[in-house]
């Protein structure tokens, strides 16, 4: 996807966000990406679920699983769009699990879809509790990467748009010395080891 048109679709559907935001990880941004407001226009999502769509048209894939909350609408448009099924894992005791009866089989060939990532570690944890599971990972797509690079998980990889967004710990945030007010967007807290 042309970088500049997901950009404009992003902003339509009110998803770019700029300000001072506290991330997930407790780090700091001036923008925050909140796909959930672009999941919501469905006609604007589209083209980002057809891009993913393409790319991985051609790979040996048995399911499609996301980290909840932001990826589990991305995970179940990729899996319709690919015939695929559709799985999410969430925290449970802060701990990434799969529940509500999904099951990964031995060998089952997994894509894992995030919304948005940022350092990568939600799916990483999917990751881990599949390969304990006996899955495959075979790779890892979001609508969005803003990781400036950070995101290395060493299998393929692929986002609709690469963002290069700064962050920056509390401790060095220029949002923080200039008195910006801060604002925690988002679907859960933060991360208990931060």
Same mark, same amino acid.
């Given at each position: ?13 009110? $998803? ?10 407790? +780090?700091?941004?001036? /923008? /925050? ?14 083209? &980002? ?8 048209? %051609?790979? +040996? ?6 980290? $909840? !909350?932001?990826?589990?609408? $991305?995970? #179940? ?10 799985? &999410?894992? =969430? ?16 060998? =089952?060939?997994?894509?894992? !879809?995030?919304? *948005? ?8 944890? !999917?990751? =881990? *509790?599949? @390969? ?9 797509? %979001?609508?969005? +990467? @803003? ?10 990889? #692929? ?6 967004i700064p962050? /920056? ?7 923080? $010395?200039a008195g *910006? ?14």
């Amino acid at each position: 996807m042309e970088k500049d048109r997901a950009i404009e679709l992003l902003k339509r559907s009110g $998803a770019l966000l700029d300000g001072h935001f506290i991330l997930t990880s407790g +780090n700091h941004s001036a /923008y /925050y990406i909140q796909c959930a407001l672009l999941l919501s226009r469905p006609e604007l999502a589209v083209e &980002f679920m057809q891009d993913i769509a393409r790319h991985f048209r %051609s790979m +040996n894939i048995d399911t499609v699983a996301a980290p $909840a !909350v932001g990826g589990i609408i $991305a995970s #179940y448009e990729l899996a319709r769009l690919l015939g695929r099924r559709s799985i &999410f894992l =969430e925290r449970e005791k802060g701990v990434m699990s799969l529940r509500r009866g999904f099951r990964i089989q031995r060998g =089952e060939k997994v894509l894992i !879809v995030e919304d *948005v990532i940022t350092t990568g570690g939600s799916v990483l944890e !999917v990751r =881990e *509790v599949i @390969r304990r599971e006996g899955g495959e990972v075979i790779a890892f797509t %979001s609508i969005v +990467n @803003r990781s400036e690079g950070r995101f290395q998980p060493g299998i393929p990889s #692929y986002a609709c748009v690469h963002m290069d967004i700064p962050i /920056y710990t509390p401790q060095e945030c220029p949002l923080c $010395a200039a008195g *910006v007010p801060v604002v925690k967007p988002g679907s859960r807290g933060l991360r208990e080891d931060t």
